[in-house]
Each structure stands twice: as C-alpha cells, then as structure tokens.
Nanobody
C-alpha cells in the first residue's frame, strides 16, 4: 500500500525557516523523481521542487535560492528546507513521485494529506 506522509506544518514568521519531511512507503523510491508541490485554496497545485534518483534538483523560479530539496534514499524520505519564507509561500505542501514531473507529467501516486504552512506575522 502506497503511503506518502508529510510532516506537520507550522505557522512561521516572514523571513523564517522551516523543514518539511515526507516518508514514502510502498513505492520503489530509487526509480522515482520525488517532488514537493503546493496548493493555495482555489488555485491549481504547483510543482515547487523536484529531485531525481541521481540527485539532480529542479526548482520553480519563485523559490530558487530559498528552498532546498533533498532525499534519503535508504530511508525513503524526501525533505524540503525552506528559508527566507514569504507570505506567498503560504500553502498546503504535498510530496509525490513519478517521472518527467518537471515536464508536467502527472504524479504516480495518490496524494497524501499534505501539510499546511502559513507564513504570517
């Protein structure tokens, strides 16, 4: 059974930092590009960052230089380190996996519950 479980989110002040983690089970972690997505209510879910099995990373322009994605293949975990957070980073964040995600391909697995990140003073 596939499970993607994101860590608990938080309320963070602008300029603050937060690290998200995602535990993946029931998938072949090695062959998947893993990614973080986010969704604001009423808007389409967007790809934020992705990391291939070989460690190549990709970021949406709005988070470049502030967010870092990483993965622990041995433990089927993927992380998103977020720094210099802005109000516009407020969203529900999800992890998922698949191939050609940075080309707009659909994710391979059912979505988890996501985690709410609120950036506000």
């Amino acid at each position: 059974q596939v499970q993607l479980v994101e860590s608990v989110g938080a309320l963070v002040q602008p300029g603050g930092s937060l690290r998200l983690s995602c535990a993946a089970s029931g998938i072949d972690f090695r062959i998947n590009t893993m990614a973080w997505y986010r969704q604001v209510s009423g808007k389409q879910r967007e790809l934020v960052a992705a990391i291939s099995g070989g460690g190549d990373s990709h970021y949406v322009d709005s988070v470049k230089g502030r967010f870092t994605i990483s993965r622990d293949t041995g433990n089927n975990m993927v992380f998103l380190e977020m720094k210099s957070l802005k109000a516009e980073d407020t969203a529900v964040y999800y992890c998922n996996g698949g191939t050609l995600l940075t080309k707009g391909a659909r994710v391979r697995y059912p979505w988890g519950q996501g985690t709410q990140v609120i950036v506000s003073a």
